[in-house]
């Protein structure tokens, strides 16, 4: 048995059409339930009462976590390529159903055998969606986060060479966007990881260097470090007790490895690699390496939760006295660039986790650090009980996206924890060794959120000093592509986002496509333009001007992008 269970806002369906002459009869009529957990439910050969049982008290364990009280049992033919015969498919159906009611849940299912349109909204929480599979002999199957797709066992290998179809999502999803400007793609062999395109890595450029160019602004120093390091950091750190399910493990020489969720445990090696005193603190260090979490990441989410990430990561070692100048600096450093998209935005701080390394005293010392910096900015600030991660407190600053689902990206945390456990120190005013503490941050996030974050924020039209490509040059007829290739040439030179659109085909068609790739300029060339040395330059929004000087453009484009716009 196959289940995907989904955390839903609402799932409507409307029957349409019998699907297999089994099917049971139903009304036609449209169906809406909201505030439900919805199983959809696969049932394959060998699958017993027992089994169908045993699937509703797991999804009982997970309605009382979820504080959620309706069941929906949706029978769902796609998830399995071994399905029972219906007329062993349906008693377990009603099994389901009536294991369900006799554990006191309100419980609907729909039709089986039938076509159905059907429409969900999943709530965005981590544990919104998840998959789990039951075969007998394996009555105590774990809970499975894997996107439904890998749950079909296909013959042919090649058959899983296809890229993720986003094809029926609204316009305002990310996912579309990415898609039909040519930024990222998802192939379902590595699942809940992003496939950059061109265009994408160029976006995701602008917004590195734009953060790279403040931190250099401020003293900061980058590292990168190996992505896989051996069991015995993670000991070290404390991820190994804490967080080791999230972690990808593999083997080495005998010996387990785990590739890194985060880079704070390597950042503190460096830090012992040589000897502090307080005159070098601050000491702030950047690191854009790649992370690999293996969190619930489901077909929902596309770049909002990813299995491989890179942070706008930095961590700043302190004393315990400057640590509050150090979060001070850091949320004027985001709300600075939050100024720059004009976001609307929550403040959270999320407190000390059951799970925890650390005393009660230090962690509330370090919690009421973060309470008066917030205040002290202007900011509110909602209090996230037990959010915190098992080393630290945390500011976290969540931002909507088009569904309405709320989004973590800037994060700064106050960490007395970790880097007890790595033994930093520094020398004093004192002569004597005392503890350095370490403040974890990220203002954008993981790119790859904020990224998504950023296609919908803009509905896909990227301001100029965002967009990948910022002018397309199209030549008015093949006598004029000589003198486009030149006008191309000059603003690649010049640091603009330049390219050409030089084969054959209409101009009509020409600047169609480029304004349905939201490219803010087309610049046309003809005999007139080549005859001036000027070009024509059209905006996205039909706008046109004539006998402009390609240096007036660059400028025009070097100053638009100065005031990020
Ligand atoms: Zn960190």
């Keep these: 048995m196959k289940i995907l269970q989904m955390h839903a806002d609402f799932i409507e369906y409307k029957p ?36 169908a049982a045993k699937a509703v008290r797991d999804a009982k364990e997970f309605l009382s976590k979820l504080g959620a009280k309706r069941l929906m049992i949706y029978p769902f033919a796609h998830l399995s390529q071994d399905l029972a015969k219906p007329a062993d498919a349906l008693p377990l159906l009603e099994t389901m159903v009536g294991e369900a009611k006799a554990q006191g849940i309100e419980t609907m299912r ?33 809970p499975r986060t894997q996107e439904p797709k890998q749950a079909q066992r296909e013959s042919d290998p090649r058959s899983r060479l296809k890229k993720s179809d986003f094809g029926s999502l609204p316009e305002t999803d990310h ?24 265009k994408g890595l160029k976006l995701w450029r602008v917004l590195e260097e734009m953060i790279r160019k403040e931190e250099t602004k401020a003293g900061y120093v980058e590292l990168s470090m190996p992505l896989l390091a051996n069991s015995a950091l993670w000991k070290v750190s404390g991820h190994w007790d804490f967080y080791k399910e999230n972690m990808f493990v593999t083997s080495l020489g005998g010996e387990e490895f785990a590739l890194k969720p985060m880079n704070c445990p390597s950042t503190m090696l460096y830090y012992k690699t040589r000897k502090w005193s ?69 403040v959270g701080i999320s407190t000390m986790p059951d799970d925890h390394a650390g005393t009660l005293e230090e962690w509330d010392e370090a919690t009421e650090v973060l309470k008066s910096a917030v205040t002290s900015k202007g900011l509110k600030y909602a209090i996230k009980e037990k959010d915190g991660t098992f080393y630290a407190p945390k500011i976290d600053v969540d931002i909507k996206d088009s569904l309405g689902r709320k989004w973590q990206i800037t994060t700064i945390q106050l960490d007395l924890q970790l880097p007890r456990r790595f033994g930093l120190v520094h020398t004093g005013t ?96 003809g005999a007139k333009e080549e005859a001036a040395g000027t070009v024509a330059v059209r905006s996205r929004d039909g706008e046109q001007r004539f006998g402009v000087k390609p240096e007036d453009f660059v400028e025009e484009v070097r100053a638009l992008s100065s005031r990020f716009e």
């Excluded at 089986?112 to 929480?125: C, D, P, R």
């Excluded at 990415?178 to 496939?195: A, C, I, K, N, W």
């Excluded at 990220?442 to 509905?459: D, P, Q, V």
């Design 430 to 525: 004192d002569g004597k060794e005392h503890e350095t503490v370490t403040v974890h941050r990220a203002i954008f996030g993981s790119l790859e959120r904020f990224i998504g974050i950023l296609l919908e924020h803009y509905k896909g039209k990227l301001p100029v000093w965002l967009s990948p490509v910022q002018a397309t040059v199209v030549p008015l007829s093949d006598e004029h592509v000589v003198y486009a290739k030149k006008i191309l040439s000059k603003l690649l030179e010049d640091g603009v986002r330049a390219q050409g659109d030089l084969a054959s085909g209409t101009l009509n068609s020409k600047v169609r496509n480029s304004q349905l790739l939201k490219i803010p300029y087309v610049l046309v060339v």
């Design 16 to 51: 349409i059409k019998k699907e297999i002459r089994d099917a049971e009869e139903a009304k036609t009529d449209a169906v809406r339930e909201e505030e439900v957990v919805v199983l959809f439910t696969a049932f394959e050969r060998g699958d017993t009462p027992e089994l």
């Design 278 to 346: 307080f005159r070098d603190l601050p000491l702030r260090i950047a690191c854009f390496d790649a992370l690999h979490r293996n969190e619930l990441s489901g077909v929902a989410s596309g770049l909002f939760r990813v299995k491989m990430l890179t942070q706008d990561d930095a961590h700043i070692f302190a004393t315990r006295e400057g640590a509050r100048a150090v979060i001070d600096e850091l949320l004027d450093l985001m709300l600075r660039l939050y100024s720059i998209f004009k976001f609307d935005f929550e």
């Design 175 to 198: 996912r579309v966007i990415g898609e039909r400007l040519d930024l990222f793609s998802f192939q379902e062999t590595s699942p809940g990881m992003v496939y950059w395109h061109d």
């Design 110 to 142: 729909s039709p089986f055998g039938w076509n159905k349109a059907m429409q969900i909204k999943v709530k965005g929480h981590p544990l919104a969606e998840m998959s789990r599979s039951y075969s007998e002999g394996q009555p105590t199957a774990q």
